[in-house]
């Protein structure tokens, strides 16, 4: 989707060291979501943003941890990387209201923890 | 707790055939949201199309329709005249209102399909 884009596109790390992702957007969107993609599992929710400082775990928080200063940007840090956590990791926003809401998924980042 | 499964890890299907791609679904929540979305072998995901629970008529968007069966708890993707460009793997997925707000997706494990000349 054109109005999100993450940062790096890929990465490969050293299990111990810490990774920073993120997830920028141009359209004001209050909530913005991590997802993790694994093959078996389809996408799961690590963290979420419902405004400016306001943030809170997913299914799958364990060594993650967000932050959000900006509207426009949503930071999804990974303390000390380990194998495990090797995914492909998704940012999204949701737009539309109720009902219709609908989240929109980034490019995506692939991870590799070495 | 929300439950999404797609027992179709694999399908083809012929050019310019009609395809139907599975999904059922298990919640307690008396409303709720179902979408299906694409991801080509390139990654992105992309969104297709959505269907809610009080909605009385399937939803179409272009050669997607969605085969809302509520009684037996089924949201099936139906693509018609397929194209080669349809190749890719297909998710379900169904909305969970978080406690802040916003949306949570729970997704099936996916649908890969394969479009065939």
């Known amino acids: 989707d054109a109005g999100i884009t993450q940062s790096p596109r890929h990465k490969v790390t050293e299990t111990g060291t810490p990774v920073t992702l993120r997830c920028h957007q141009t359209e004001n969107h209050r909530y913005m979501y991590w997802y993790r993609q694994d093959p078996g599992h389809g996408l799961r929710l690590i963290h979420y943003s419902y405004g400016v400082k306001d943030t809170d775990k997913g299914e799958v928080s364990d060594g993650y941890s967000v932050s959000r200063s900006k509207t426009e940007d949503f930071l999804l840090t990974l303390e000390s990387a380990t194998s495990s956590q090797t995914s492909v990791y998704f940012c999204?926003?949701?737009?539309?209201?109720?009902?219709?809401?609908?989240?929109?998924f980034g490019p995506g980042t692939r991870l590799l923890v070495l | 707790a929300q439950k999404i499964t797609q027992t179709q890890p694999g399908m083809f299907v012929q050019e310019k055939e009609a395809v139907t791609l599975d999904c059922t679904y298990d919640t307690s929540d008396p409303s709720y949201g179902l979408f299906w979305y694409k991801q080509p072998s390139s990654g992105e995901m992309i969104f297709l199309i959505y269907q809610g629970s009080y909605d009385q008529q399937n939803a179409t968007e272009g050669r997607y329709s969605l085969n809302f069966q509520k009684a037996r708890k089924s949201a099936n993707l139906v693509i018609s005249a397929s194209q080669l460009g349809d190749s890719a793997m297909y998710f379900c997925?169904?909305?969970?209102?978080?406690?802040?707000?916003?949306?949570?997706?729970?997704f099936g494990t996916g649908t890969q399909l394969k479009v065939e000349l």
């Open positions: 999204a926003i949701s737009r539309g209201q109720g009902a219709s809401e609908t989240q929109y």
């Open positions: 997925a169904m909305r969970e209102v978080l406690t802040g707000g916003g949306n949570k997706l729970t």
